[in-house]
């Protein structure tokens, strides 16, 4: 029994398809999670976020998930708790990216079907290897664009540290800085919002303030 679990911030997410299917309605994902809770932390609170109809494939399009992430970073003693990964995320990256997340956040990571649980010795175990394979992920962005870079200066042509986003989008993170929201928090509305990443994945705070500023906004 984990006693140190206070919150289980449970999440949850079903696509239309997939309602059909036994074993994975919310209903079902829900008695899954009451259970491991029931059996692991008897004395946490619990904390349901639901994306109803939903696909996996895009964080943005899942206001549930990114309310439940926000909620990690507020509470402390918790767990994210999930039926399966997923029901998290369908994409390598943005799973890496979700246990960096919760990594710094430290909050505990709770898979039913895959079994993991860094509450416990193995779980962390499976937990750091995320993390290093995020690393790696990262070293070989890194080195790939290292790689580009000297090739564009061998062939004496023009490039950009930055990725280049309309004025439109530029303009919109500058509107809410100007409203006296905090850059991470103009990150999570643009990923509310729609907006798209030059490689597809969350907005970051460090974006957001570039555009800003870009735009006008200090």
């Known amino acids: ?57 895009k964080l943005s399009t899942r206001p549930a998930l990114l309310e439940a992430l926000e909620k990690v970073e507020k509470t402390k003693d918790a767990a994210l708790v999930i039926y399966s990964l997923s029901r998290l995320s369908r994409s390598t990256k943005h799973t890496l990216w979700l246990a960096e997340k919760l990594e710094k956040a430290k909050c505990e990571l709770v898979s039913l079907s895959e079994k993991i649980d860094t509450t416990t010795a193995a779980g962390k175990m499976v937990f750091r290897m995320l993390a290093v394979l995020a690393e790696f992920e990262r070293d070989q962005i890194s080195e790939r664009t290292r790689m580009a870079l000297s090739q564009l200066r061998a062939e004496g042509k023009r490039f950009s540290r930055y990725p280049v986003y309309s004025d439109q989008v530029a303009e919109r993170a500058a509107e809410l800085r100007d409203r006296g929201m905090s850059y991470r928090k103009i990150a999570e509305r643009m990923d509310k919002e729609g907006y798209k990443t030059h490689l597809g994945g969350p907005w970051q705070a460090c974006m957001a303030r570039r555009l800003a500023r870009r735009a006008g906004s200090k």
Request: aromatic share 8%; net charge neutral.
């Open 1 to 57: 029994m984990d006693t140190h679990i206070k919150h289980a911030i449970a999440y949850l997410r079903v696509s239309t398809e997939e309602q059909a299917r036994e074993g994975i309605s919310l209903s079902a994902q829900r008695k899954k999670i009451r259970a491991w809770v029931s059996l692991n932390a008897p004395e946490a609170e619990v904390h349901f976020y639901e994306d109803k109809g939903i696909s996996g494939t």
